[in-house]
Structures are given as C-alpha cells and as structure tokens.
C-alpha cells in the first residue's frame, strides 16, 4: 500500500502506552507520518524529546485528548491537514484497580472505539484503515478453563455476558476488550463506513519497555511478573501462569503496521501469538541471563509449572493468519524476556 517513501498520513492514539510506543517507533520507521493522541501535555513532551528530528521534520505530531471515554473524545483529534488516510486505535484502558466495572473498563473501552469509529466516519472520509487493538480476552473462553485439545483462533468469541462482567476485574476486563470489539464489528456492519477494519488480538504481551515510565510500580500488567522474578518476589514459589500464551510487544507493533498496510488484511481479526510460556520458563531465563539477582527461584521453588501433561494439557493456538497475511516472523520467549529485563535495568531495576 506504501514503499517506504511514501508513507501514509496516520492517527495512533494512546502514543503513551506500551504496544502504543512500539507501534509508533515502526510506523516512523517504515516512512509513515503520525499524530498521536496523549491524554496530557505532559506526556506529550516525554514524546517529542524521544523523537526530536521527526517532530522537526513534520513526521510526528500531537493531539491531547483527556479522556477517551467521552462520546465525541476523538472529533478534532481525526482531523488533519494533510488529511489521515489510516487510524490505529491502541487507546484502552488495562489496570485492575477498579472500584466501578462499568465505569472503570467497560464506558472507556467501549465508547472509546465506538466513539473514535463514529468521529472517523464523520469528520475524516479520507481514512480508508482503522486497526484496533484488540485482545485474546476477546477471544478466550474462560468457561472452558483449560480446554486440552482446543486451539483458539480467530473464530473464536469470549461468551462472556455482561452479568459476569461485573463479577470482578478480570472478568470485567475480559468483557471490556470481548464488547468494544464486538462494537467495532457493529458499527461496520450497521455503518458502512468509507474504512475497513483489522483488529489485533495478543496474549499476554512480554519485552522490552520504550514508553516513558514514572516509576517501576507503572510498569504494563503482562511485564510485572518478569519484574517480580527480577525483585525477589517469587522466591518462596512461582505464581500460576493463568494464561498460558504470549507474544512479543515488537511483534504485536508490526503486526499493527502490517494490517494497517496490507490489502488482504481488511476485515479481519488476527489472533497474535508467538505459543506457549509458563511463569517457570520466564524465572528459568531469568536466572540462566541474570544470576546476579537476589532471592531468584531454584529448580525446587513450587509453582509456576504447566498443568500435569505439559502443554497438552492445556488450550493450543493458530496464528497462521498472523504469519500468512501479516508476514510476522515471532521472536523467542527467551530474546523477549532478556530484552525486557534490560530495559528494566535501564530504568533503574
């Protein structure tokens, strides 16, 4: 759809955030020019000191949207001069301190695709690509529990309904990502718009950090346990792994450009994952790379293992699609957990 000089003119919104960042570094590399959206001034500057020669060039710019929630969030943010032909929406809230499902992870996840979906349609007809980020909570069945003998694709829905939402945070993530995604395919069933979508559904997501972190404690939900391997805190015994497929966050980036550059990727969900991983294989690397950290598990710490039977004994996966249409080559859960804890360190581990 573009060489590398011709890049297109793109919206990533959430720039700030962990899969956001890494999408960022790889549309600007692959000759795209972008705004993103930040919900401070703050973090904004914290961009544009990272990318100095491509906010000078013209090749990276700003749009402060305080709260994606709200219905009309996105309505000047959409629009551009030259005008956006793709939007990448990786804008969405991932955290379990919640006192309001509701409020805290349904409104925001929901309103905020329908609502940028709904403000693209409106002001910005020249988008031909929207790409969202999706989630394998959107997908996973979490009424199966391990499902031996399964393998989760892209023709599977999470079931969950809006009751057991409700039930706690995880659930009440789950269903944020299952309906905002839901929505979106709504929309464009109902809508019509002049754009195609593609959505991006990973794991957990692993490796290195390259957005702006305040501290250590704000690191990504999927990268903590690698970090509480690093500070001693599984010492006694290894967390149960709880889902049991992963995926590289540069991985996860490209497979954002790709779809928003391939043809063949319009209108379709593509289910990003590198396989299988169990908390004890992260310690274990830890500990092959890294002796050096205190209190790391031995081979004797409990926990963290696969269920008895090893990987057959839980769920498999297909990510052909990822691979034949999107062209992603994985990256090894062992380069993913090394990179990540080096820059852990780089930020004061």
């Known amino acids: 759809m573009s060489d590398k000089n011709n890049g297109l003119k793109v919206l990533l919104t959430g720039g700030?955030?962990?899969?956001?960042?890494h999408t960022l570094a790889v549309l600007l590399n692959y000759g795209h020019s972008v705004v993103t959206t930040v919900r401070?001034?703050?973090?904004?500057?914290?961009?544009?000191?990272?990318?100095?020669?491509?906010?000078?060039?013209?090749?990276?710019?700003?749009?402060?949207?305080?709260?994606?929630?709200k219905p009309d969030a996105f309505d000047e943010a959409v629009k551009s001069d030259p005008p956006f032909e793709a939007v990448l929406h990786t804008a969405s809230p991932f955290h379990?301190?919640?006192?309001?499902?509701?409020?805290?992870?349904?409104?925001?996840?929901?309103?905020?695709t329908t609502g940028i979906l709904k403000s693209i349609k409106k002001n910005a007809p020249s988008v031909k690509r929207v790409v969202i980020t999706s989630s394998f909570a959107a997908i996973?069945?979490?009424?199966?529990?391990?499902?031996?003998?399964?393998?989760?694709?892209?023709?599977?829905?999470?079931?969950?309904?809006?009751?057991?939402?409700?039930?706690?945070?995880m659930c009440g993530y789950r269903a944020s990502k299952t309906f905002a995604e839901k929505a979106a395919w709504d929309f464009l069933a109902k809508e019509k718009p002049?754009?195609?979508?593609?959505?991006?559904?990973?794991?957990?997501v692993f490796g290195p950090i390259i957005h702006s972190l305040d501290s250590l404690e704000n690191m990504n939900t999927s990268n903590q346990r690698i970090l509480s391997t690093?500070?001693?805190?599984?010492?006694?015994?290894?967390?149960?792994?709880?889902?049991?497929?992963?995926?590289?966050?540069?991985?996860?980036?490209?497979?954002?450009?790709?779809?928003?550059?391939?043809?063949?990727?319009?209108n379709k969900r593509f289910f990003t994952t590198a396989g299988h991983f169990s908390n004890r294989e992260i310690v274990d690397i830890v500990r092959k790379h890294?002796?050096?950290?205190?209190?790391?598990?031995?081979?004797?710490t409990p926990g963290g293992d696969y269920p008895e039977g090893g990987k057959d004994a839980v769920y498999s996966y297909n990510n052909r699609r990822s691979i034949?249409?999107?062209?992603?080559?994985?990256?090894?859960?062992?380069?993913?957990?090394?990179?990540?804890?080096?820059?852990f360190q780089a930020v004061g581990l």
């Open 290 to 300: 890294f002796p050096q950290f205190k209190d790391l598990p031995t081979d004797s």
């Open 40 to 69: 401070t001034q703050e973090k904004a500057d914290k961009i544009r000191a990272a990318y100095k020669d491509y906010v000078e060039k013209g090749r990276l710019g700003f749009a402060i949207v305080p709260d994606i929630a």
């Open 194 to 204: 002049n754009f195609t979508i593609a959505t991006i559904n990973p794991p957990m």
């Open 230 to 266: 690093c500070q001693g805190k599984f010492k006694d015994e290894i967390p149960p792994s709880g889902v049991y497929l992963w995926v590289d966050v540069r991985d996860v980036a490209e497979a954002h450009v790709a779809a928003m550059e391939k043809e063949d990727a319009a």
């Open 16 to 21: 700030s955030g962990f899969i956001a960042a």
């Open 140 to 169: 996973v069945d979490g009424n199966r529990g391990l499902w031996p003998g399964h393998a989760y694709s892209e023709e599977d829905w999470n079931p969950i309904t809006h009751e057991q939402a409700q039930e706690n945070a």
């Open 96 to 112: 379990f301190n919640v006192t309001d499902v509701q409020k805290d992870l349904l409104d925001p996840a929901v309103i905020g």
């Open 324 to 343: 034949d249409v999107l062209g992603l080559r994985y990256r090894t859960l062992e380069e993913s957990i090394v990179d990540a804890v080096k820059s």
